[in-house]
């Protein structure tokens, strides 16, 4: 999953970030109103972190515009304005949750899920697919009970079809979702890690979980016995 921290404390900033990485999460980050708004324009995410006093642009601003330009990301402000008066505001404007500063890093990280959760209409942080189920939280991913052994990429890869079950991905698509927006990366990089997934699911139990669609991409389909 990936997340777009827009704060002007450099320290909370870098603390956010190191915070959702070590979480298994992909995280741009700024603390400039203006180029916080170019990014949740330009890529999608599941979620924004976004303070209200920014340099160059407010968060009230980046939000509006956002949600005039139609995107349906989740925004969660995060702030140190707590008057009852600034939550309803932002709660009106389009905001999906509002959190006061100081906070807890676990409420931030349980709230963000919910959203998520919300967002892919998911009753738990669990998605099962078969003998195949997936832990949102924990990050992992387990085939009849049995824990895979993944690599951070092998999980998002198998995460983000996951979300978007019966929907073929490019591999543009999923380089956009899964590195940070400045690393520059080639579809090869994505040949590679769905093959080394593939050969860890096979070993385990699970054939042609992951499907190729010849010149579109990759997806996960439910089981026919899952459609009844």
């Known amino acids: 999953m990936k997340l777009l921290i827009i704060e002007d404390s450099e320290r909370l900033r870098k603390s956010l970030s190191t915070g959702f990485k070590a979480l298994g999460f992909t995280v741009d980050c ?16 599941d979620a924004i972190i976004l303070d209200i006093m920014l340099p160059s642009m407010d968060g009230i601003s ?11 990301t989740n925004i969660l402000i995060l702030s140190a304005m707590n008057q009852l008066e600034d939550r309803v505001k932002g709660l009106n404007l389009g905001a999906d949750d509002y959190l006061c500063k100081p906070f807890s890093f676990d409420e ?14 998911l009753k738990s942080n669990s998605i099962e697919i078969g003998a195949v189920s997936l832990d949102i939280q924990m990050k992992q991913i387990s085939v009849n009970g049995t824990v895979l052994r993944l690599t951070s990429m092998e999980y998002s890869l198998v995460e983000r079809l996951a979300l978007n079950l019966n929907r073929v991905l490019s591999s543009e698509q999923l380089i956009n979702h899964l590195f940070d927006s400045c ?13 080394s997934t593939r050969k860890k699911l096979k070993l385990a139990g699970v054939a042609n979980f992951i499907q190729t669609h010849r010149g579109f991409g990759y997806v996960i389909r439910k089981p026919c016995s899952e459609n009844l």
């Open 62 to 72: 980046i939000l509006k515009e956002v949600r005039d330009k139609r995107i349906q």
């Open 108 to 121: 931030l990280n349980a709230r963000v899920l919910t959203l998520i959760r919300r967002y892919y209409q």
């Open 30 to 45: 700024t603390g400039d109103g203006r180029e916080g708004l170019n990014f949740a324009l330009s890529y999608a995410y």
């Open 183 to 195: 690393v520059v990366t080639s579809k090869n990089a994505i040949e590679v890690h769905i093959s």
